[in-house]
């Protein structure tokens, strides 16, 4: 089955501890990105990577830190720099990056901070 | 910039009954559309979208979407509800960057029997 997967599936986070949120997919698409999603909030953009090796931050990426080593992988650490982390976190991946490209939603990782 | 307005937070409506979900949108030139659902505690599920063409778009799971280029809205209907479509659904429209989509607030439906 094709599709993307998020680990996992809850995160506990301490104070000044910096955590990493899996995001992989097997759909064999360019582009992938991660959403913060709030109560009431709806979802906004941290960072997204249109190919291997390349990301540019969203609306709202300062205390976050992502890499693209692997087309497949799109980690993201939610750094002790963060200071709200309580969230649930959203990935998400395209065929390509583009306005006309539908992006497809992982699980995604509910994180609480202890 | 982009946005995208989800006047409702809460609609309720009875089983059976039709459902139109608004989405009022801010952009300049021709909008890529989208509608997501969220079931609790889950990822978005992509309802429909609209890119150009018949502005009545159709959807998974019995739902449509009309586009209206004069009142700048993208609403979403269902004319019969079942229990299973309680959920939370979202309003998204692409950005000019291209490489994000910028989402209304949500609605939460609830169906009551």
């Known amino acids: 089955d094709g599709g993307i997967t998020q680990s996992p599936k809850y995160l506990f986070r301490k104070e000044g501890q910096n955590v990493t949120l899996s995001c992989e997919q097997n759909?064999?698409?360019?582009?992938m990105y991660w959403y913060r999603q709030d109560p009431g909030q709806g979802l906004r953009l941290i960072y997204y990577?249109?190919?291997?090796?390349?990301?540019q931050k969203g609306d709202i990426a300062e205390g976050y830190s992502v890499s693209r080593e692997k087309k497949e992988s799109f980690p993201l650490t939610v750094t002790s720099a963060q200071k709200n982390p309580t969230a649930f976190y959203l990935c998400?991946?395209?065929?390509?990056?583009?306005?006309?490209?539908?992006?497809?939603f992982g699980p995604g990782t509910r994180l609480l901070v202890l | 910039a982009q946005s995208v307005t989800q006047p409702d937070i809460h609609i309720t409506v009875s089983e059976g009954a039709s459902l139109e979900l608004r989405c009022n949108y801010s952009y300049g030139a021709t909008p890529y559309l989208f509608w997501y659902v969220q079931s609790p505690g889950q990822g978005l599920q992509l309802l429909l979208k609209?890119?150009?063409?018949?502005?009545l778009v159709q959807g998974i799971k019995g739902f449509e979407a009309e586009f209206k280029r004069s009142q700048s809205s993208f609403n979403l209907r269902k004319p019969s509800v079942h229990w299973s479509d309680a959920a939370e659904y979202f309003c998204a429209v692409a950005s000019n960057s291209g490489y994000a989509l910028n989402f209304g607030k949500g609605t939460s439906l609830l169906v009551t029997p």
């Open positions: 990577s249109q190919i291997v090796n390349d990301f």
């Open positions: 998400a991946s395209s065929v390509r990056g583009g306005q006309q490209e539908t992006q497809y």
């Open positions: 609209y890119f150009s063409g018949d502005t």
């Open positions: 759909l064999n698409h360019d582009a």
